[in-house]
């Protein structure tokens, strides 16, 4: 009888355990115990094949004035002689371009200033362009090639998640 005493205690001790234990179990709709199996995860790298950047395309508009261009006049200067011009003619050229106005040559050759607004209209002008806005990543990981969508381009390796768990028909799978 002593036996059974010091017995008793422990008896009691296990089942006051048993519903703590029974809480980390699905039972199924025939009363039997499922344990839901852990997920294995580890993270490894995967290499990356092809990075193809996926473009937004953007339309702006903008207003601009654009003027009709005027004729510029060029002023063709005298044909040079044949012969090279001695040194009393080359003295004489300097003097004479002392005396001269170098202003009215060049007011010649000069388009003439117009008044702001005048032969100009504003024209409505769009301009398109793009933004890379996802990349799609071609990898392979142990010989199984693989097709991504991402936000940013990976470069040469991609870390990828790895998981395992073994497959129960009868149970949904579980939650991420």
């Given at each position: 009888m002593l036996?059974?005493?010091k017995l008793l205690p422990i008896m009691l001790a296990c089942c006051a355990t048993w519903p703590t234990l029974a809480q980390d179990a699905a039972t199924s709709s025939d009363g039997r115990i499922r344990v839901v199996p852990a997920e294995n995860v580890k993270l490894d790298y995967a290499q990356v094949l092809r990075v193809e950047p996926v473009y937004q395309t953007l339309r702006a508009t903008r207003i601009e004035e654009?003027?009709?261009?005027?004729?510029?006049?060029?002023v063709q200067a005298p044909p040079e002689e044949e012969q090279s011009?001695?040194?009393?003619?080359?003295?004489?050229?300097s003097?004479?371009?002392?005396f001269v106005r170098e202003e009215a040559g060049a007011s010649a050759a000069a388009p003439l200033?117009?008044?702001p607004g005048e032969g100009c209209r504003l024209?409505?002008?769009?301009r398109e362009f793009e933004r890379p806005i996802a990349y799609d990543v071609d990898y392979v990981y142990k010989g199984t090639k693989y097709r991504s969508r991402l936000a940013e381009d990976p470069g040469n390796r991609l870390r990828v998640r790895v998981s395992v768990a073994p497959w129960v028909a009868?149970?949904?799978?579980?939650?991420?």
């Amino acid at each position: 009888m002593l036996r059974s005493s010091k017995l008793l205690p422990i008896m009691l001790a296990c089942c006051a355990t048993w519903p703590t234990l029974a809480q980390d179990a699905a039972t199924s709709s025939d009363g039997r115990i499922r344990v839901v199996p852990a997920e294995n995860v580890k993270l490894d790298y995967a290499q990356v094949l092809r990075v193809e950047p996926v473009y937004q395309t953007l339309r702006a508009t903008r207003i601009e004035e654009r003027c009709e261009s005027t004729p510029v006049i060029q002023v063709q200067a005298p044909p040079e002689e044949e012969q090279s011009p001695g040194t009393l003619s080359r003295m004489v050229d300097s003097v004479k371009g002392l005396f001269v106005r170098e202003e009215a040559g060049a007011s010649a050759a000069a388009p003439l200033p117009r008044a702001p607004g005048e032969g100009c209209r504003l024209v409505q002008v769009e301009r398109e362009f793009e933004r890379p806005i996802a990349y799609d990543v071609d990898y392979v990981y142990k010989g199984t090639k693989y097709r991504s969508r991402l936000a940013e381009d990976p470069g040469n390796r991609l870390r990828v998640r790895v998981s395992v768990a073994p497959w129960v028909a009868d149970l949904p799978p579980p939650a991420p």
